[in-house]
């Protein structure tokens, strides 16, 4: 599939999303990751950048917390999210899996969201997505 990464989409930033052997590129610098919690149905998000490398795990946040969730002890509880700063190096890729428990990945950019489905425009179902920075 590393071949499939190949693709380059217009000029700056861009996460290149691949599954099933389709590549979709999407030309955003910074967007959230969110999904429900498959066993406690709660809602958790996470802040990425893409630089030219790389992804950057910026904020992580979850409204909750129980099991295999549980925020770590620098968490502070704001609006109803536990919130943190992850200190974790930038990520080459990041490979999302799909249980099918609990919905869909959504990627946010500029106040929406929309489903891995949707961006691929056919259903991804437990299909594994990789995402990675995909810079000219």
């Known amino acids: 599939m590393a071949a499939a990464f190949a693709q380059r989409g217009g000029s700056g930033l861009s996460v290149c999303l691949a599954s099933a052997g389709v590549v979709k590129t999407l030309s955003i610098a910074a967007f959230t990751l969110a999904w429900t919690h498959s066993i406690e149905k709660t809602d958790w998000q ?21 099991a295999g969730m549980e925020p770590p002890p620098e968490a502070r509880l704001i609006d109803g999210w536990f919130r943190w700063q992850p200190k974790r190096a930038a990520l080459p890729e990041v490979v999302l899996g799909n249980s099918g428990a609990a919905g869909e990945w959504r990627l946010c950019s500029d106040g929406k969201c929309r489903t891995l489905s949707d961006i691929f425009g056919h259903p991804v179902g437990t299909d594994v997505t990789i995402m990675r920075a995909c810079n000219p």
């Not at 630089?51 to 909750?64: C, D, I, N, S, W």
């Open 46 to 66: 996470e802040d990425w950048r893409v630089t030219p490398q790389a992804l950057e795990l910026v904020q992580a946040r979850v409204k909750g917390s129980g």
